[in-house]
């Protein structure tokens, strides 16, 4: 763990609160996730999160939306390192927030709260425009993460997106999509959070216009009718 937050530049006193919420994921009586021994959680979850600090942009931020937080990753992980930041997990499953919760206070994290939503409802409402990033990992193709997200981020604000290997398919959709949105789509970034983890990268996008306020579009839209798929 510390050879973890070394590589990141994080400092040492984050190895412990780490440690804690691999301990507390371990204990949990029903994760909503089936990676919990601590050493494979510690490569899976935490090494692949931390991987977003690769981007420098995610060193400076100050609010962060964790979209479709499920099991509290990469927001937590991200929260203990940025303690700076205030991290924002938005997840709609109730069983889901009160692990994420647990975790949170387990590990003593408290700049990270959830905010028991769908990410379209929270940012038509009162997270709209709230955020410096917004983060999202394992959670649906680029083009539906940009309408998710592009409400949600504040002007010059920035998406990034967990992915594992690069699909032609997906990136031009998600660029089309991230014009129609106030997005711009970067290069995207390789990462090897941890030895043997191949073909995994970073997909940023950074807002560059507003969003229009038709967008997001009512709660599942954008899953069942992508914009530019």
């Keep these: 763990m510390v050879a973890l937050c070394r590589r990141h530049h994080v400092p040492l006193a984050a190895a412990d609160r ?3 919420l691999l301990v507390a994921l371990a204990a949990e009586a029903d994760p909503p996730t089936t990676i919990v021994d ?24 100050k609010t962060i939306a964790d979209v479709g937080a499920g099991a509290g ?11 700076a930041a205030r991290v924002d997990l938005i997840e709609s499953v109730a069983r889901k927030c009160a692990t994420i919760e647990r975790l949170a206070a387990a590990a003593g994290v408290p700049n ?8 379209e409802d929270w940012g038509r409402g009162e997270g709209r425009e709230l955020y410096s990033a917004v983060t999202a990992r394992a959670v649906a193709p680029l083009a539906v993460l940009c309408e998710y997200a592009a409400p949600l981020l504040a002007p010059g604000g920035t998406l990034v997106c967990w992915k594992g290997a690069r699909r032609g398919d997906e ?10 949105l106030g ?3 970067l290069p995207p970034l390789h990462v090897e959070p941890f030895p043997g983890a191949h ?18 579009r009512r709660a599942g839209a954008a899953a069942k009718r992508p914009l530019a798929a």
């Excluded at 990136?171 to 129609?180: H, S, W, Y």
Aim: proline share 12%.
């Design 199 to 216: 073909s995994r990268h970073l997909h940023p996008f950074e807002k560059v216009a507003p969003t229009p306020q038709r967008f997001p």
């Design 73 to 83: 990753f990469p927001g937590l992980a991200l929260a203990v390192a940025l303690p």
């Design 38 to 61: 601590p050493k494979r959680a510690l490569d899976e979850h935490v090494a692949d999160s931390l991987a977003g600090l690769e981007l420098q942009v995610m060193r400076k931020v």
């Design 171 to 180: 990136e031009r959709a998600g660029a089309r999509t991230a014009e129609l």
């Design 183 to 185: 997005l711009r789509p």
């Design 18 to 20: 780490l440690l804690a």
């Design 112 to 119: 990270a709260r959830t905010i028991p939503a769908r990410a």
